[in-house]
Every structure is written in C-alpha cells, then in structure tokens.
C-alpha cells in the first residue's frame, strides 16, 4: 500500500463573510435605533475554499460605546463545498442601555478559539443608539 500525507494549509480554507446588515424586526435595513428595539443583525456566509469545515464557529458579537461586550451569539454549522447560507441574530437593545454607537463583529473560527481555532473572516458594522 502506499499513503500520502496531504498538508492543508488555512489559506485552502477560504471562508467570506458577506456584508453585515442591521435591520428592525420586520427587516427593514437601519443604522439608528431607540432604547428597547429589536436590532436584527443579517449577514451571509460562503464556503469559497477548497475544503469543507466541520463544526465552525460562527459568532456574532455587540459592543456597546465604551466597548464592552453587550451581547455574545454564537452557533456551531457544517460548510460544505460551495456552502451559501443568511443567518439572523437579534438582538433588543436594553431600555438603560447606554446611547452611542454599537459595534458588530460576526466572526467565523475553525473551531473554539480556547480549543486552538483559527479566525478565517471577521466582518463589522454599527448602528447607532439613542
């Protein structure tokens, strides 16, 4: 019999966040929000490698002004070849939460990052809170 090891490299990973929205929650794209809104984050997700990904980790995170993690989602999804998919978090916007500009950071890992997972596409926007 003859084997062959095959080096993958990250770079045959090729993982692209598409743009990340926010909407309200009939979907209407905004950027300004109120204390109390829902604020629905929409973005997809595209498999353009060479591999499949088991298990990535794809998380949504919300900073408030003073960059303090106001919300943290996450969900674990299988990438197949050729994978195409939306994703929808959401997130109400506390009636004492502070006004200013948010920040959004979805992000996609191979697997945790405390288990060694490696960043493959971070994307970000903002809306902002009165």
């Not at 604020?39 to 002004?65: K, R, Y």
Request: overall charge negative; hydrophobic content about 45%; charged content about 15%.
């Amino acid at each position: 019999m003859y084997f062959q090891m095959v080096e993958v490299t990250f770079t045959d990973y090729v993982i692209n966040i598409g743009p990340v929205l926010t909407s309200d929650q009939d979907g209407i794209i905004k950027t300004d929000f109120n204390r109390g809104e829902i604020v629905q984050i929409e973005f997809t997700i595209e498999n353009a490698g060479n591999f499949s990904l088991t298990n990535a980790l794809i998380s949504t995170m919300i900073l408030d002004p003073s960059n303090t993690t106001a919300f943290l989602s996450y969900t674990l999804e299988n990438l197949p070849l050729e994978f195409f998919e939306e994703l929808v978090f959401g997130y109400r916007i506390p009636l004492v939460g502070s006004a200013g500009i948010y920040t959004v950071k979805v992000m996609v890992f191979t697997d945790w990052p405390s288990k060694g997972g490696i960043g493959l596409d971070i994307e970000t926007t903002a809306f902002d809170v009165t």
